[in-house]
């Protein structure tokens, strides 16, 4: 008797447990659908930028940028945008003397039949993050946060510091703060931004062996927001 109760107890158990987890596996497929069902539907509320900056190189190894970048994405609350953007930067670079002492060159360190040159073009490609402070109908700051990658759109090495910037593809990592100005009350969605920022990239290089190369840079920056 006391193992029947035993199993018939069991069995309620098992039952309760089974039913609470598809509850839970409910809940969360309802919560997905919330989520997904907006996105699909293009109720989501789309955002743009574009923005135009200037930043002075600090450090060892100088360059300064002129950057031109849009990003495109979705405001999913009041205080948080999410998108990915796309741009083009010309780095300027004041090298402190060309290298040449080939002698210190071993095969595959780097090619000789490059050219090298003191300005170049890079392709910023970043997920962006965007934090806003204040009502979207007054004037308020904003956090902005992008992380991706930039690429040298040149067949030639970058004159930098001692060296030379000998690979295309760089981390890219740039904060900004700054002050949003709402272009009209009747249209809280369109807004100008100024803000500073700092911008970091880092990517291979070549002098005496040194195999990386970090690229310290800050400035300002207007954009335009819709």
């Not at 018939?8 to 919560?31: E, R, S």
């Not at 904003?142 to 930039?150: A, E, F, N, P, V």
């Not at 930098?160 to 809280?188: A, D, H, K, Q």
Request: glycine share 10%.
């Amino acid at each position: 008797m006391k193992t029947t109760h035993k199993l018939l107890g069991a069995a309620l158990l098992a039952i309760g447990a089974t039913g609470a987890a598809n509850a839970q596996y409910y809940q969360m497929a309802n919560q997905l659908q919330q989520l997904i069902t907006p996105a699909l539907s293009g109720s989501f509320n789309y955002k743009g930028y574009v923005d135009a900056s200037y930043l002075k190189g600090v450090g060892d190894k100088k360059a300064d940028f002129l950057e031109i970048t849009t990003t495109q994405g979705f405001k999913y609350a009041d205080w948080f945008f999410m998108g990915v953007g796309a741009g083009v930067e010309v780095v300027f670079t004041n090298p402190s003397s060309q290298f040449t002492d080939w002698s210190q060159v071993e095969p595959g360190d780097i090619d000789f039949n490059k050219g090298h040159t003191k300005t170049g073009w890079v392709l910023p490609l970043f997920t962006d993050f965007r934090f806003s402070i204040g009502k979207p109908t007054s004037t308020g700051f904003y956090i902005d946060l992008r992380i991706g990658c930039s690429f040298l759109l040149s067949d030639k090495y970058l004159e930098i510091g001692n060296g030379y910037m000998t690979n295309s593809e760089c981390f890219y990592l740039r904060p900004s703060l700054g002050v949003r100005i709402p272009m009209s009350l009747n249209n809280s969605k369109q807004a100008l931004n100024i803000g500073l920022t700092y911008q970091l990239t880092t990517s291979n290089y070549w002098y005496y062996h040194d195999s990386n190369s970090t690229l310290n840079a800050v400035g300002v920056n207007i954009g335009f927001e819709w």
